[in-house]
């Protein structure tokens, strides 16, 4: 069955009643979005403050494949081996963008027989919270132009302005567009374009926010651009932006709860892009998830060059969050593609490509070990195809790097094909003392902050920008030179390059331009030409999803 079938199979319980059951949350404290999804208080949060904090676990992965490697279905599959196994457990995801549902990658809620429900909802919607942060970025928009209209009293220079609009959809169209056009009374006429939800600093904000008073803080650091002395930021407090802002915020800050297919707890909330931002689920949901239970399972976006590391730089680093162990996901695919197999060969046992794509896991391997100092277990995702021979060298390899190795088979047998991988991540974070460590120091320049995440992680030898670039971080640094660094480069290899796959060394990693995140807290720099607004591919998902008389959905995946 496709994983929409599996999951409109689900036995699913009534929210209210299984938090309440499960983490004895008070259903008062609970706001149902129907029977099955519901939005935690803020206040209730706030009553856990004096919990002891559970032990966090980071699932990540090998550098991304068409092939699919499969954090998410990893995250739940391991959570749930860990219920089955007595230890009181939630798992902390990112919410499902609809550019991607519509476009290329698909969902993001799992596969198989390691999903949350109910899956239609997650993916298409959900809360609506992507929708009010749509809102709250266009509204500022909105008040910057309104500004400019009414007499410009702040002096914004129209050129340097800032801030896109916004819009949760994969629609290369957009990308750069012309405002004001049909004369005065429509405003000023000016250069414009629309970035996806995912990718606006408000995304990034919700998810590294606090509280209700540090998430309006935050949005009125927001720099929308600068006076027409070039020099002179102006802010979003400028305008007085923030507070209707955090109103429309009011509830997508609180986080979301929903369940498994094994009917166990888990809470996705927030989504941010893993290359223009830092790939994570909100703060707030990751250390409700410690005060709750035992252990929380989270996972950060695209492979662990990206994802982990601005989990550890930035994310940990700002919430103080310590995570005891990292899993390590890839597929016998997955490595095969990194070893040059043609994604139609995959099927086809290839001891010799899956050798030489192993250099890709070793060397992510090497970095959670030795630059983010964190104990890993490697997670070879099962797929049918597969072969035993395929397995074994695996193991061995991995064996001969001293890394432990589980074959899980959560997508097809969930929660109990995962029991292996649950022990082994146990044997770890329950017999050692928590610690990891910085891939820089927060002392560091901007510039020597991308050199240290590009040679050590990258491998790449050297790091070049314009002078223009060089110097607009030098001038950040003054004010903003303890802010950490959010490389966004493709994540489909350690190079900028998307297609030199396995583990390239030696290369120069070009910064194209510089961007700063003040409201979200780190300083973006583009590596290379990433997009921020994708497109959709020449055969879009949208085109298999449909919807029945009776109003159940097809074609999800």
């Excluded at 699913?12 to 149902?32: G, Q, S, T, V, Y």
């Excluded at 939005?39 to 904090?53: P, R």
């Excluded at 809620?109 to 809360?127: K, R, W």
């Amino acid at each position: 069955m496709s994983d929409i079938e599996i999951a409109q199979l689900a036995s699913m319980k009534p929210i209210i009643a299984l938090a309440e059951k499960n983490f004895n949350i008070p259903a008062e404290h609970l706001d149902p979005y129907g029977h099955y999804k519901a939005k935690l208080s803020l206040e209730y949060i706030n009553s856990l403050k004096d919990k002891a904090d559970g032990k966090l676990i980071l699932v990540t992965a090998i550098s991304p494949t068409p092939a699919g490697e499969g954090k998410t279905t990893t995250t739940v599959g391991l959570g749930d081996a860990m219920n089955r196994l007595g230890k009181k457990t939630i798992m902390c995801l990112r919410e499902p963008s609809l550019g991607p549902c519509f476009g290329l990658k698909g969902g993001a809620a799992g596969g198989g027989y390691s999903q949350v429900v109910p899956m239609e909802d997650i993916n298409l919607h959900f809360t609506g919270d992507f929708h009010a942060i749509g809102i709250a970025h266009n509204l500022l928009a909105a008040l910057i132009d309104n500004h400019i209209n009414h007499g410009n009293e702040l002096n914004i220079d129209p050129r340097l302005i800032q801030w896109k609009r916004v819009v949760d959809m994969n629609d290369r169209a957009l990308r750069k567009i012309t405002i004001g056009q049909g004369g005065i009374t429509n405003g000023y006429l000016r250069e414009e374009g629309y970035d996806i939800v995912v990718a606006s600093e408000i995304m990034a904000i919700l998810c590294l926010a606090t509280s209700r008073s540090d998430l309006k803080t935050r949005l009125g650091r927001i720099i929308i651009g600068y006076k027409t002395d070039g020099l002179s930021p102006i802010y979003a407090s400028d305008l007085k932006a923030q507070g209707a802002m955090a109103a429309v915020l009011k509830d997508a800050i609180k986080p979301n709860l929903v369940q498994t297919l094994e009917n166990n707890i888990a809470i996705i909330h927030g989504g941010p892009f893993a290359n223009i931002a830092h790939g994570c689920n909100t703060v707030t949901a990751t250390k409700t998830a410690l005060k709750l239970a035992d252990y929380a399972i989270t996972e950060a976006g695209f492979g662990a060059d990206l994802g982990a590391e601005k989990f550890i730089d930035i994310k940990c680093r700002m919430a103080g969050l310590t995570p005891s162990a990292v899993v390590l996901v890839a597929t016998v695919r997955a490595l095969k593609l990194q070893g040059g197999v043609d994604k139609e060969q995959l099927n086809q046992e290839n001891l010799k490509a899956l050798e030489t794509g192993f250099v890709n896991l070793e060397r992510h391997l090497n970095n959670i070990n030795n630059h983010y100092g964190l104990p890993c277990v490697i997670c070879i995702n099962h797929v049918s195809f597969d072969t035993e021979a395929e397995i074994e060298l695996l193991k061995q390899k991995c064996e001969n790097l001293g890394v432990k190795c589980v074959v899980s088979k959560h997508w097809a047998e969930g929660g109990k094909g995962a029991e292996t991988l649950a022990q082994e991540v146990l044997n770890i974070v329950d017999n050692r003392e928590p610690s990891f460590s910085y891939v820089y120091d927060e002392n560091l320049s901007l510039w020597e902050k991308i050199e240290a995440i590009a040679t050590k992680l990258y491998g790449a030898s050297s790091v070049s920008a314009p002078n223009a670039i060089k110097k607009q971080l030098e001038n950040w640094s003054k004010d903003y030179g303890k802010f950490p660094v959010c490389i966004a480069k493709t994540q489909m290899s350690f190079s900028t390059d998307a297609e030199a796959k396995g583990a390239p060394s030696g290369h120069n990693v070009e910064i194209s331009e510089v961007r700063l995140a003040n409201g979200a807290g780190f300083v973006v720099a583009i590596a290379g030409n990433m997009m921020t607004m994708p497109g959709l591919p020449k055969i879009p998902a949208a085109e298999r999803i449909d919807i029945k008389d009776d109003g159940t959905i097809t074609g999800l995946f």
